[in-house]
Structures are given as C-alpha cells and as structure tokens.
C-alpha cells in the first residue's frame, strides 16, 4: 500500500501532464436529482477536506479547490436547485 506522500507525489505528478489546465466545454444532460447529488458530494467532500487533507486535495490548490466549488454552485443555479440545496446543507449532519 502507498504512504500518503507517495499518493501526493502520483496526484503532483498527472496534474503537472501538459493540458491539464486547458480550459474544455462539457456537455452534460444530466438531470436535476444527479445535479443535486453531485453538488452535495463536492461540497461533503470539501469540508471534510479542508482540516486534514488527503489524497489529490493534499495536493490541490486554494485555487482549484475554489473552482471546484464554483462549478458546483454553477451546476446548482442551472438546475433552479441553489435554494433547495442551501436548505439541504442547513440541516445538521
């Protein structure tokens, strides 16, 4: 099994690949409740992140991390789900 630091060093590694940071368009027909779920998974999956970070989100810039988050918000508003999604999110977890 590998360390964390050699989980970190393969994850610095394919970010480094050049392309990766070219911007592409994806398109998507998804619907609302895969819109819903994929929003609350990214934003589990930054909060439990952000005070012990592993695996790519060792690696992973304030940057990205923000982006990553913006394009969930962004998903969310397209899908007429911000508000549903902030009510989600008050509830106790």
């Not at 994929?38 to 952000?50: D, K, V």
């Not at 508003?77 to 911000?82: D, E, H, N, P, R």
């Amino acid at each position: 099994m590998m360390t964390s630091e050699q989980v970190a060093s393969v994850y610095e590694t394919l970010l480094c690949i050049p392309g990766m940071n070219d911007q592409i368009k994806l398109d998507l027909k998804v619907s609302r409740k895969q819109v819903l779920l994929l929003a609350q998974i990214i934003e589990r999956g930054l909060r439990q992140e952000t005070d012990n970070p592993t695996g790519i989100f060792s690696v992973a810039t304030k940057e990205a991390i923000s982006d990553l988050s913006s394009i969930s918000n962004n998903c969310l508003q397209k899908a007429g789900l911000t508000e549903l999604s902030e009510k989600l999110n008050a509830f106790p977890m």
